[in-house]
């Protein structure tokens, strides 16, 4: 079975992502400062993705 053309090279494709991992979402409420340390990760307020 060979490659689809559109699959080759898919290194080159950056595609932007709109769903975070859990801890890019703590990462990214750190720097805003809407997180302090110690507190619960679950229930994380709602979070823009970085461009």
Not at 8 to 21: D, F, P
Request: aromatic letters at 2%.
């Amino acid at each position: 079975m060979s490659l689809h053309k559109s699959l080759k090279g898919s290194s080159k494709i950056q595609l932007k992502r709109n769903v975070l991992k859990r801890y890019e979402r703590v990462d990214q409420l750190k720097k805003e400062g809407r997180l302090d340390e110690g507190e619960s990760v679950l229930g994380l307020p709602k979070t823009k993705t970085e461009s």
